[in-house]
């Protein structure tokens, strides 16, 4: 893996008004969706990006393809910005696709899967015998016989084959990154194993970059290389996968780890690690976002939202708790870093 | 009548795995072929539509001409089959010189709002925001008025005339197309392959040719058919008050009209143009039913 930056995101911040409010004057309620966030993805990784419902991560992803554009905050692809100025948007397209989670719905029920597929090369001016030619070669990747599926409709595949389907798209235009907005959630636990080692697969024959979202754990941590946990459209940690795994420094990461469940009877959960809903994007709490569910906030939390504190080697956590200094009862003393001990389960 | 069709709707999705398939229309025609009830009334539309363009080959008589001694004659006349008018006009040859006016007043202004409604209903639901707006309010606006008084309304404004008649039959059928094509394309707008399409990099005029059209055009034509009979109807109602067609002309709504003094003296033949009018109206919403059947691709 080369640590050459693919894709960076800086400051990107998008909110929505809330429809169905009379606004006689008054400035409709805004909610920030994704807020303030930054990371860079890197060559031919795998970036896990997980969170609750609602967490902005679907926002990302469709801020990332283009599909949306920010208010605010910059998205720069190989060097280069993306949007005014920058990356003519059809040639971004061609180098950024993006699979959903509904695979049924993704997927034009007028059009058979061949169809489907050469869509996007004859957009970007392939001829229709080369399309479809790519299609069929595309097919075959994926693990579809092109003679017996090429002429069929979404309708008469399964989910896993749909999704295959759905792969086939994105991967035609030989794109640099593929955004995989929880592409095996809806699928069963069996073609969800043969969907994700197909993802693996493609990976390395088409040398294309993962931004891998998805609320499953143990997917992620099996998908990922570096992992993004996201709460309330803001990062509240970023590092390396297994050192994520190993030392959450979260407490919210901690929790998302201690709900995962357990294959062992003697390891249940006694209590849920986390209780009550993520609070109102409109009107969220001051300080650190996630101080109304957490166990060790403390008066410093609410003050003002905790940056991202770097804990070395490229793990960082939006935590008072190791930020050195921080006013915080557990922080570690300044020039120390220090995971401290989250109560994490394993 | 759609009961007895049910063991071959039963039978019909046996997905076939072939290698090389018939396109989605070659699809759409098998399934009609299997649909008895449409078949049967398509093929009388056909024969009927058929028989009224060929009225002037086939038809008897001079549809203007009366013989004042014939009049009101009983069906079953020698050389009369379905009797003559109180002017003495062949019933048979009037029904079809008729048949061809009130087809015209029922398909055309049907095809006009189809073209104009639907249009605009695409944009508006793709488009969305303000323009969508505007529109819906628009349409609303029309649709807060039963659509016989407004036509009659219109018609009345613009008075009694054939062009008239279509003319307010197209702006009484508009909103409704217009709001069927928009819901339609609102609710295919918003689905995934849509947005996949713009991710891949397609301009908005490819992603409504490939991805809104086919999948919006199926429900709007076939609530347009089913819309035919109704056209054919209100049509009817203004020739009858006297807003459509202009008397000596044929046509089935006026027919009635003229033909209910005779109604206590001869109701067999001045209930015949109403026939008429139910048969077709009744033969286009069965087309219709079928039609949505033979096109929801998951049948």
């Not at chain 2, 639907?118 to 505007?134: L, Q, R, Y």
Request: aromatic residues 8%.
């Amino acid at each position: 893996m080369t640590s050459e930056t693919l894709l960076s995101v800086r400051s990107l911040t998008k909110s929505f008004s809330l429809k169905g409010f009379s606004s006689f004057g008054r400035p409709r309620p805004r909610f920030r969706a994704v807020d303030d966030v930054s990371f860079d993805l890197l060559k031919g990784e795998t970036l896990g990006v997980v969170g609750e419902s609602g967490c902005g991560k679907s926002t990302l992803s469709r801020l990332i393809v283009s599909l949306m554009q920010p208010d605010d905050g910059a998205i720069v692809f190989e060097g280069q910005k993306v949007g005014h100025g920058g990356w003519p948007l059809k040639e971004y397209r061609r180098q950024v696709q993006i699979v959903f989670q509904d695979s049924y719905s993704s997927l034009n029920p007028r059009l058979t899967v061949a169809e489907s597929i050469a869509f996007a090369p004859r957009i970007h001016g392939a001829s229709k015998s080369a399309s479809m030619s790519a299609a069929r070669d595309l097919l075959d990747r994926v693990g579809l016989g092109p003679d017996q599926f090429a002429g069929r409709y979404p309708h008469e595949l399964s989910g896993g084959q749909r999704q295959r389907i759905n792969i086939a798209r994105a991967l035609v235009l030989r794109p640099k990154l593929i955004v995989l907005d929880e592409p095996v959630s809806a699928l069963d636990k069996s073609v969800e194993a043969q969907v994700l080692n197909l993802l693996k697969d493609l990976k390395s024959d088409f040398d294309v970059t993962y931004l891998f979202i998805s609320h499953d754990l143990n997917v992620v941590q099996y998908m990922a290389d570096r992992l993004l946990v996201m709460y309330l459209g803001a990062i509240s940690e970023f590092g390396p996968v297994q050192s994520v795994y190993a030392t959450p420094a979260h407490p919210y990461t901690a929790a998302l780890f201690a709900s995962r469940p357990s294959l062992s009877p003697e390891k249940r959960h006694v209590a849920p690690p986390l209780t009550g809903d993520p609070p109102s994007l409109i009107n969220p709490p001051s300080g650190c976002r996630f101080r109304s569910r957490c166990a060790t906030a403390e008066p410093v939390c609410a003050e003002s939202h905790p940056p991202l504190f770097p804990l070395g080697d490229g793990h960082a956590a939006s935590c008072f708790m190791v930020g050195p200094g921080s006013g915080h009862s557990r922080a570690p003393a300044i020039g120390t870093t220090t995971v401290p001990d989250t109560g994490a389960r394993h | 009548m759609s009961l007895f069709a049910a063991p071959d709707t039963l039978t019909a999705p046996q997905v076939t795995l072939d290698t090389v398939r018939p396109g989605y229309w070659v699809g759409v025609w098998h399934r009609l072929l299997r649909d008895r009830v449409t078949l049967i009334t398509a093929s009388f539309l056909l024969i009927m539509l058929a028989a009224i363009l060929a009225a002037p080959l086939i038809a008897p008589y001079n549809p203007y001409q009366g013989n004042i001694l014939r009049r009101l004659a009983p069906i079953g006349s020698p050389g009369y089959w379905l009797g003559t008018d109180e002017l003495g006009r062949d019933m048979l040859t009037r029904l079809l010189y008729g048949g061809r006016m009130s087809c015209l007043l029922g398909i055309m202004p049907v095809a006009l709002a189809l073209l104009i409604g639907g249009t605009v209903g695409i944009i508006a639901g793709f488009v969305g925001g303000w323009v969508n707006m505007m529109v819906m309010r628009i349409t609303d606006v029309f649709y807060a008025f039963p659509s016989v008084l407004l036509a009659v309304a219109i018609s009345g404004a613009l008075g009694p005339g054939i062009s008239n008649a279509i003319l307010s039959l197209t702006l009484v059928f508009i909103p409704s197309i217009v709001r069927v094509a928009e819901s339609a394309t609102v609710s295919v707008r918003n689905l995934d392959y849509v947005e996949a399409a713009r991710a891949s990099g397609a301009g908005s005029m490819t992603i409504v040719g490939v991805h809104v059209l086919p999948n919006v055009l199926g429900p709007v034509i076939i609530y347009a058919t089913s819309l035919t009979g109704v056209s054919m109807i209100i049509a009817a109602g203004l020739s009858f008050l006297g807003l459509g067609t202009r008397p000596p002309e044929a046509e089935w709504g006026l027919m009635l009209n003229t033909l209910r003094m005779s109604i206590y003296s001869m109701p067999e033949i001045a209930i015949l143009p109403g026939i008429c009018i139910f048969i077709t109206s009744v033969c286009f919403n069965l087309v219709s039913d079928g039609l949505r059947r033979a096109m929801d691709i998951r049948g």
